[in-house]
């Protein structure tokens, strides 16, 4: 048997006012020189300020880089690198959701190694770029523990996923005082999102006792709180319930992978421009009803985890519940199909064998519990379509 490898930021501090540690974080790193990068919306809000405010006391400049974009493009992260080869600085503080935070990895990246993102794309694995301190915004994508960073092609609407231990943030500060004001399908999109990397690790042909028994975990507090932080936003203890479920959720992917639904979301993303964690809970239910007969034990797990299913039920019943209480919480949740949200019919259709082919070239169906072919991914593709 392979030894598992686990790989998680050196240092990794969750809870409230995590965020506010970012001086000692630099401090005990050895770090004297970070740029902030950030969203427009983080920036006019006052989230950057706040952060800022004590490196400007104790003495540290950090000039901003405020112009991530959902949905990280290589022209996006030109500009953020741009910025970073022009000044002498040691690091990248990345402040926001997955994309901000998929940006700082990239161009740290790229500032040390050079070259372009397809380059970095997987199969290859990307070595250590400059060190990244990650401060998340959103309870979902798990970016500040990863060893991953997904990056659309500008010129051909591609989204590379790149993988590397050099895409590890060097800190993670997981604070989830700065959720609090996230609106209602953003939090819903994003704990979907968190649901889906649990998930999607404990079925995983990667997966392994550590990753286990963290997104059982994970799976237990998501279905617990993921309602409640939508339905009541300030309720704290669910806000906090749901930052630590994506962080576990990004533990447990980054070291056993995410299978199929991830693998048929990258496409959604970039060519509709569907956010990730929308396209994720799209796919949701439909992918898990075609897998579970390939692992219904594992499957029967997580329902039972949810309280989905009871401990005395069969395993072909729990996996039934499961499929049920996905599709419901979807629809609780208000996730659109497809054609709800305004794709076009004829788009959509025209797009089903691109779609497929790099839902395979991103290597994540592989880790599926079942093995999906071309033909299998447009037919559930087509499934999708309506809800």
């Known amino acids: 048997m392979v030894p598992a ?30 740029l902030l ?23 540290i400049p950090c000039p901003v880089f405020a112009d991530c974009v959902p949905d990280p493009t290589t022209d996006s992260v030109a500009a ?11 690091c990248l503080v990345a402040l926001g959701g997955g994309s901000s935070l998929d940006t700082a990895k990239a161009a740290a990246v790229l500032a040390r190694h050079g070259g372009v993102m397809r380059d970095y794309a997987v199969p290859a694995t990307v070595a250590s770029g400059l060190p990244v301190i990650a401060i998340p915004t959103t309870a979902g994508t798990g970016a500040e523990v990863t060893r991953a960073a997904v990056i ?23 604070d989830f005082e700065l959720t609090m004001s996230m609106p209602r399908r953003l939090t819903a999109d994003t704990g979907l999102d968190t649901l889906c990397h649990a998930l999607e690790a404990f079925v995983s042909r990667k997966a392994h006792p550590f990753t286990d028994s963290i997104a059982l975990t994970a799976l237990a507090g998501i279905s617990q709180h993921l309602r409640t932080a939508c339905d009541d936003p300030g309720n704290r203890v669910a806000r906090e319930a749901m930052m630590l479920a994506a962080t576990q959720g990004g533990i447990a992917f980054a070291n056993a992978s995410v299978t199929l639904i991830h693998g048929m979301s990258r496409p959604l993303g970039a060519l509709f421009h569907v956010p990730h964690g929308l396209s994720n809970a799209m796919l949701l239910p439909e992918v898990t009803a075609w ?3 390939h692992a219904p034990q594992r499957y029967a797990q997580c329902a039972r985890v949810m309280g989905l299913a009871q401990a005395g039920d069969s395993d072909a019943a729990a996996c039934e519940q499961l499929v049920t209480g996905l599709r419901q919480l979807t629809v609780d949740l208000g996730v659109p199909s497809p054609a709800d949200w305004g794709i076009a019919e004829e788009d959509w259709c025209a797009s089903l064998d691109t779609m497929a082919e790099q839902a395979l070239a991103s290597g994540s169906p592989a880790n599926n519990p079942r093995i999906a072919d071309a033909g299998d991914i447009v037919t559930l593709y087509r499934r999708i379509w309506t809800g």
């Open 152 to 174: 659309t092609d500008t010129a051909t609407q591609e989204k590379m996923l790149c993988m590397g231990l050099g895409l590890v943030p060097v800190a993670a500060l997981v």
């Open 37 to 59: 990068v950030t969203d427009p919306y983080l920036a006019q809000q006052g989230f950057a300020q706040r952060l800022l405010a004590p490196l400007v006391e104790a003495g």
């Open 80 to 90: 953020c690198l741009a910025m970073l080869q022009a000044g002498e600085f040691d």
């Open 291 to 293: 897998s579970v007969s």
């Open 5 to 34: 490898s686990v790989h998680l930021p050196r240092i990794l501090r969750i809870g409230a006012g995590a965020s506010e540690t970012l001086v000692d974080t630099l401090r005990e790193l050895d770090l004297a020189r970070p």
